[in-house]
Nanobody, 118 residues
Framework: QVQLVESGGGWVQPGGSLKLSCVAS????????MRWYRQAPGKERELVAR????????DYADYVKGRFTISRDNAKNTVDLQMNSLKPEYTAVYYC???????????WGKGTLVTVSS
């Protein structure tokens, strides 16, 4: 059974940094697309970053390029999102998402709240 559990959210001042982690169980990174999404209050969920490590692919939404980095820790089986130079408009619930290459089956975590304010 696949489970995705996010952590690392919280409050941070503008310009600060946070690192989100997603513990992934029941899957292997080599056979899955891993993505981070966010959903701000009153807005639709949108893609932030994605990775397909089997092909060495890492992509970012334009508004986070140069600020965010998606990575993995094989020892901990986590997918991390390092977020730097945070802005108030980045306030949102951040979700971890996995999709199997072969079947297309998708899984979501429950999300972690990031609040950027002074």
């Amino acid at each position: 059974q696949v489970q995705l559990v996010e952590s690392g959210g919280g409050w941070v001042q503008p310009g600060g940094s946070l690192k989100l982690s997603c513990v992934a169980s029941g899957l292997t990174f080599s056979s899955s697309f891993m993505r981070w999404y966010r959903q701000a209050p009153g807005k639709e969920r949108e893609l932030v970053a994605r990775a397909r490590w089997a092909d060495g692919i890492r992509d970012y939404a334009d508004y986070v390029k140069g600020r965010f980095t998606i990575s993995r820790d094989n020892a901990k089986n986590t997918v991390d999102l390092q977020m730097n130079s945070l802005k108030p408009e980045y306030t949102a619930v951040y979700y971890c998402h996995a999709q199997f290459y072969a079947s297309g089956t998708e899984y979501w975590g429950k999300g972690t709240l990031v609040t950027v304010s002074s």
